[in-house]
């Protein structure tokens, strides 16, 4: 008993250390404020911008779809491949679809110039955005608690 007795006043002095508390406090607020900022500040895709301006929008329709998998259930390793249909100026053009999730019955397509060369709005931060938006809240905990003298 004496050993978790010790322990435990081993473990108040370490890690409950009012620089630690801080910086650990301070690493939350910041990530609950990333996350908070990055859903009222969504990434703005220009190209579906432009396209959107000039009036070329249109609905898809698939008309097929099949699963690459090797298992009869939907699996995350599995890739779903579609067709879509759609017409521009009573031209009649295809899409081809390849994605992880189950492809919707309908889909809205944009393009600039060419009709054939649509393309479907997608909002994803690039790469090293995201690793920042990780690592900032992390290292300004870590110097906080650095500063305020928690070795």
Known sequence: MSEVI???EEFGTSVLQPGAVVGIAVTVI????EVRWSHAHPPHNRRV???VALGHVVTAKRIKYWD???TPDEK???HYHAT???E??????QYKYLERAVPPVQIQLYYLDDPGRAFRSKEKRSGS???FFLLFPILVGAATTYLLGVK
């Open 84 to 86: 879509y249909a759609y």
């Open 68 to 70: 690459d998998g090797v």
């Open 76 to 78: 995350t390793t599995s």
């Open 6 to 8: 010790a322990l435990m």
């Open 49 to 51: 911008e432009k396209a």
């Open 30 to 33: 910041l990530f609950i404020l």
């Open 88 to 93: 521009v100026s009573g031209k009649p053009y």
């Open 129 to 131: 955005a995201q690793v």
